[in-house]
């Protein structure tokens, strides 16, 4: 499981490190994406063909089209370099507004890469207890 906050920098040649932590867990190779809320998501590929399974087995209706096409469009297997750093296509780069400061979120199955000006401002409409009241109610959370 991914947890934890990490802050890294991304260089001019779109390389950003992938802290060691995280390395241990996603593999040798693993899956850079477009993620939801704006951030890209790192997944490991044995986690990401799945998910590309499931999309696959759904019905053919436009809306899952089209959340296919979002995600296997804006998708790249990667593998670090010796020194831990993946290289993050410009496509995925300018959807994820990364330009200098970025920062590694553990999010349980996977690792979020964000803008740390677009983490700042990830702000819940509701409160935290709001939410957990919402998905104990809802899901069954447990917490």
């Known amino acids: 499981m991914f947890m934890g906050i990490f802050n890294h920098t ?59 096409r979002f995600f296997l469009m804006n998708s790249q297997e990667c593998e670090p370099d010796k020194q831990g750093r993946i290289i993050i296509p410009n496509t995925l780069k300018e959807l994820a507004a990364l330009e200098k400061d970025v920062v590694l979120v553990g999010s349980g199955k996977r690792v979020e890469i964000w803008s740390k000006d677009r983490l700042d401002n990830e702000v819940p409409d509701d409160s935290m207890e709001d939410i957990v009241e919402k998905l104990s109610t809802d899901f069954g959370l447990k917490f």
């Open 10 to 68: 991304i260089d001019p040649k779109n390389r950003i490190i992938v802290p060691a932590k995280y390395r241990e867990e996603l593999g040798e190779a693993f899956v850079v994406s477009a993620g939801l809320d704006g951030c890209l998501y790192l997944t490991k590929k044995t986690d990401w063909e799945e998910f590309a399974k499931n999309l696959a087995d759904l019905p053919m209706t436009r809306e899952t089209r089209r959340l296919s």
